[in-house]
């Protein structure tokens, strides 16, 4: 019998990814297809809008806004945005969602009431126009930011404060999230977190995907998500998706994207679920995904295990299931998140060589069936 040096407990082991998520195609957006949109979410609606096509020497900018209903996965058309424009930047206060700034504007903003149905002015950012970037809300303040610079607007004084420079230059078409108390910014392959309450900037794990740009984000269940994107040029474009858990500091390859690849789409979270929509690839698309890793939680699925060893290795990998257990498939990615080799486990104990790998750390995928159901890191020495 072969000693077991690990054992991996699918769905709830310290250090092995919960999520078991699923992608599940929704009512498609009421407006057209359209890139560089943007959207958020509030605690019972999500919004999205504006955005462009462009094309054959044809721009074209847009400043419709809709209201997405998850109770009944239906789309309204509501009050038209001021200006017709794309690549703005939004953040919710007060339950309200706030956009500004992008291609038409020199750092305006308006602010949406859903009860009224109409916008209105609040206070422009004085310090730079943001464009083509994600903006965050942490304890009702919105953030902007562009280049090393970063901006907090406070609805109560309804007036704009400049915060700490980062300690890196953020690109455009860079993406952001908030967890807890404090925002994310991704940039390239780089993450930095931004605490408010301490003013601070900490460097966090690198991003191990392939995006370079051009992605979305949201966060859920204290958990950032970062969503497609272009892969060092806008003619690349991937579907991974990469979940950050900022209490282990850790990034987690999860279940891909399942409608087609783009750049510049729209995300945001509503109760605990994430939304994602629009974007491009040469095509502009106006499908809409809901994104819910508590599908096939542990609160639904049966505690399951699987041995997996050695770990580090060297020349090989064993994985040992149990009779009749359901995962009967694997994935190994490398550091950027591409899939480098695929296994069926067609016994209950299956050797996998690993030999010509280089020397690394890479993930393991584990499915049943299309069904992603858990990762683990894995290392290989030599």
């Known amino acids: 019998m072969i000693k077991k040096i690990g054992l991996i407990v699918l769905l709830l082991c310290l250090g092995f990814s919960s999520i078991a998520g699923d992608w599940i195609q ?54 038209n945005y001021p200006v017709n424009n794309h690549g703005a930047v939004s953040f919710v206060v007060n339950n309200m969602p706030c956009v500004g700034g992008g291609s038409a504007l020199a750092g305006e903003f308006y602010k949406y009431n859903p009860q009224l149905n109409s916008w209105s002015a609040i206070a422009p950012c004085p310090f730079f ?59 390239g392959n780089k993450l930095y977190e931004f605490k408010p309450s301490q003013q601070s900037w900490l460097q966090r794990a690198d991003f191990p995907g392939v995006s370079t ?38 990034w987690i390859a999860v279940e891909d994207f399942k409608g087609t690849s783009r750049r510049f789409p729209v995300g945001f979270a509503v109760d605990n679920k994430g939304y994602y929509g629009t974007g491009t690839n040469g095509a502009n698309f106006n499908d809409f995904w809901q994104y819910n890793p508590s599908i096939n939680s542990l609160d639904e699925s049966p505690l399951e295990l699987i041995s997996f060893y050695p770990n580090p290795a060297t020349e090989y990998i064993t994985i040992e299931k149990l009779t009749g257990y359901s995962v009967n498939r694997v994935s190994i990615t490398n550091n950027l998140g591409q899939h480098i080799s695929q296994i069926e486990l067609t016994k209950e104990l299956e050797q996998i060589s690993v030999f010509n790998l280089p020397a690394g750390i890479y993930q393991v995928l584990f499915y049943q069936d299309d069904k992603y159901v858990g990762s683990k890191k894995m290392s290989i020495q030599r």
Not at 33 to 59: E, K, P, Q, W
Not at 60 to 67: G, R
Not at 223 to 234: D, E, K
């Open 213 to 250: 740009g051009g992605s979305s984000a949201f966060s859920i269940n204290d958990m950032g998500y970062v969503t497609c994107g272009y892969v060092g040029g806008l003619s690349v474009v991937t579907d991974q998706v990469w979940a950050y858990n900022p209490g282990i500091n850790q």
């Open 26 to 79: 929704k009512s498609t957006f009421g407006g057209v297809g359209r890139h560089r949109a943007v959207g958020c979410g509030t605690d019972f609606r999500g919004y999205m809008g504006l955005g462009h096509v462009n094309g054959s020497g044809i721009d074209i900018s847009y400043k419709d806004w809709w209201e997405y209903d998850p109770a009944s996965d239906s789309w309204t058309q509501k009050a």
């Open 129 to 187: 126009n943001p464009g083509d970037t994600q903006g965050f809300s942490v304890n009702n303040k919105g953030y902007v930011y562009l280049s090393n610079q970063l901006a907090e607007y406070d609805p109560a004084s309804n007036q704009w404060s400049l915060m700490p420079q980062a300690p890196i230059s953020f690109g455009t078409w860079s993406c952001s999230f908030s967890v807890g108390a404090s925002g994310f910014i991704k940039s």
